[in-house]
């Protein structure tokens, strides 16, 4: 009875196992052996060398992308988490109002990246966009600012997307969480006189640690593979000023056709995203592991 069950459960895996083989660590391992190749012209050549990571050491436009990434990433998913938890708080009290923003606030969430993508290109357009003409007639600014033209604004202008885009979700989770806060460590923490700040630090972030540290390495991941928002937004431009990792190795591989150098890029930005996730868990791993246990 015991070996029928292993086998049973060794039947149920092992389409699990073959479709991660399949579809993870398959492609992984050609893509780190396409990087470590040489392709000329769709050929292989020279099998074992680093002359794709050298290239791009030596790529003046690679350095801003990494720059670019850092402040896509880190910059992205700090503010998406911290506008979430302010968001999340407030929704986690009962009022008729938070009870409607519930059911709306997953909408930037539901809608296609191409129509997000569209939508806020148009309103954030130099010429006929909304926002623009908006600031322009209420006197704020003396003309219409080209957001996704200036290459100081248009980065940060693709995090402000972004935030909108991925911060629903994010705060719906934290929403929960915070409503699961046992009501007795509360009133305890009110009849002790802490205020509602003290009570938020002492009470409510410890007992949403786990699902707050989820959350953030989530919202890393999501972040990393995120690529039609910027694509369609500006397509790396102007002049490279938003080129990203996704977004460069999109361009070096299907209009370069440069593979060798797109596969290192991808190997390397699969070792930023493991190397921060690893720290951030490590960093948090106290906080994981007590409230895994409950």
Same mark, same amino acid.
């Given at each position: 009875?015991?070996?029928?069950?292993?086998?049973?459960?060794?039947?149920?895996?092992?389409?699990?196992?073959?479709?991660?083989?399949?579809?993870? @660590?398959?492609?992984?391992?050609?893509?780190?052996?396409?990087?470590?190749?040489?392709?000329?012209?769709?050929?292989?050549?020279?099998?074992?060398?680093?002359?794709?990571?050298?290239?791009?050491?030596?790529?003046?436009?690679?350095?801003?992308?990494?720059?670019?990434?850092?402040?896509?990433?880190?910059?992205?998913?700090?503010?998406? @988490?911290?506008?979430?938890?302010?968001?999340?708080?407030?929704?986690?009290?009962?009022?008729?109002?938070?009870?409607?923003?519930?059911?709306?606030?997953?909408?930037?969430?539901?809608?296609?990246?191409?129509?997000?993508?569209?939508?806020?290109?148009?309103?954030?357009?130099?010429?006929?966009?909304?926002?623009?003409?908006?600031?322009?007639?209420?006197?704020?600014?003396?003309?219409?600012?080209?957001?996704?033209?200036?290459?100081?604004?248009?980065?940060?202008?693709?995090? @402000?997307?972004?935030?909108?885009?991925?911060?629903?979700?994010?705060?719906?989770?934290?929403?929960?969480?915070?409503?699961?806060?046992?009501?007795?460590?509360?009133?305890?923490?009110?009849?002790?006189?802490?205020?509602?700040?003290?009570?938020?630090?002492?009470?409510?972030?410890?007992?949403?640690?786990?699902?707050?540290?989820? @959350?953030?390495?989530?919202?890393?991941?999501?972040?990393?593979?995120?690529?039609?928002?910027?694509?369609?937004?500006?397509?790396?431009?102007?002049?490279?000023?938003?080129?990203?990792?996704?977004?460069?190795?999109?361009?070096?591989?299907?209009?370069?056709?440069?593979?060798?150098?797109?596969?290192?890029?991808?190997?390397?930005?699969?070792?930023?995203?493991?190397?921060?996730?690893?720290?951030?868990?490590?960093?948090?791993?106290?906080?994981?592991?007590?409230?895994?246990?409950?």
């Amino acid at each position: 009875m015991l070996r029928s069950d292993r086998f049973l459960a060794y039947a149920l895996i092992l389409p699990v196992v073959a479709a991660v083989v399949a579809f993870v @660590v398959g492609p992984t391992y050609n893509v780190a052996t396409l990087s470590l190749t040489q392709v000329v012209m769709g050929m292989e050549r020279g099998f074992g060398t680093l002359g794709n990571f050298k290239a791009l050491a030596a790529d003046p436009v690679f350095g801003l992308v990494l720059k670019n990434t850092a402040i896509w990433i880190l910059g992205g998913t700090f503010l998406c @988490v911290t506008v979430g938890l302010a968001v999340g708080t407030y929704l986690a009290i009962d009022s008729r109002m938070t009870g409607w923003l519930r059911a709306l606030i997953l909408l930037p969430w539901v809608l296609p990246d191409v129509v997000t993508a569209m939508a806020w290109k148009w309103m954030l357009h130099g010429q006929v966009g909304i926002i623009g003409q908006t600031l322009q007639q209420s006197g704020l600014t003396e003309g219409t600012i080209s957001f996704m033209g200036d290459p100081d604004l248009v980065m940060w202008m693709l995090v @402000v997307v972004l935030i909108w885009r991925k911060m629903p979700l994010v705060a719906l989770i934290l929403c929960a969480a915070i409503r699961a806060v046992p009501d007795d460590q509360m009133e305890a923490a009110r009849m002790d006189g802490a205020n509602a700040v003290e009570r938020f630090r002492f009470v409510t972030l410890p007992n949403i640690a786990f699902s707050l540290t989820a @959350v953030t390495v989530i919202s890393m991941i999501w972040i990393t593979a995120e690529f039609a928002l910027p694509w369609i937004m500006t397509g790396g431009g102007p002049a490279n000023a938003s080129q990203i990792m996704a977004t460069y190795i999109y361009q070096q591989s299907f209009e370069f056709f440069n593979w060798g150098v797109a596969s290192a890029m991808s190997v390397i930005n699969l070792v930023m995203l493991a190397s921060i996730v690893a720290l951030y868990l490590y960093i948090n791993r106290r906080s994981w592991a007590s409230e895994g246990q409950k």
